[in-house]
Nanobody
Framework: QVQVVESGGGSVQAGGSLRLSCRIS????????MCWFRRPPGAKREGISC???????YYADSVKGRFTISRDNDENTLYLEMNSAKPEDTGVYYC??????????????????????WGQGIRVTVSS
């Protein structure tokens, strides 16, 4: 049985930092590209960052230079280091795993129907 569990969310003041984690079990983790998505209040879900099996990374402009995605294949865990947080980073954050090997990361981040597994979501609140 595949399980995807996010942790590390919570509240932080603007300018602060949070580290999100996502552990996946029941699959061979390094077979998957991994992405973080978020759903701001009242808005659609959006892709914010992805990392492929070779650890190449891609970021949406809204988080570039502030967030860092990484993965530990030995621990089957994906991370998102959030620095210089802004109120507009508030939302529910999801990690997702994709076995698609044909899309580049920018295209993959726009194709949420290409993801095999999703976490349950974790809430992040950034106060001003």
């Amino acid at each position: 049985q595949v399980q995807v569990v996010e942790s590390g969310g919570g509240s932080v003041q603007a300018g602060g930092s949070l580290r999100l984690s996502c552990r996946i079990s029941g699959v061979r983790f390094d077979d998957y590209a991994m992405c973080w998505f978020r759903r701001p209040p009242g808005a659609k879900r959006e892709g914010i960052s992805c990392i492929n099996r070779r650890k190449n990374t891609y970021y949406a402009d809204s988080v570039k230079g502030r967030f860092t995605i990484s993965r530990d294949n030995d621990e089957n865990t994906l991370y998102l280091e959030m620095n210089s947080a802004k109120p507009e980073d508030t939302g529910v954050y999801y990690c997702a795993a994709s076995s698609n090997r044909y899309y580049g990361l920018p295209s993959l981040m726009l194709a949420d129907n290409e993801f095999d597994y999703w976490g349950q979501g974790i809430r992040v609140t950034v106060s001003s």
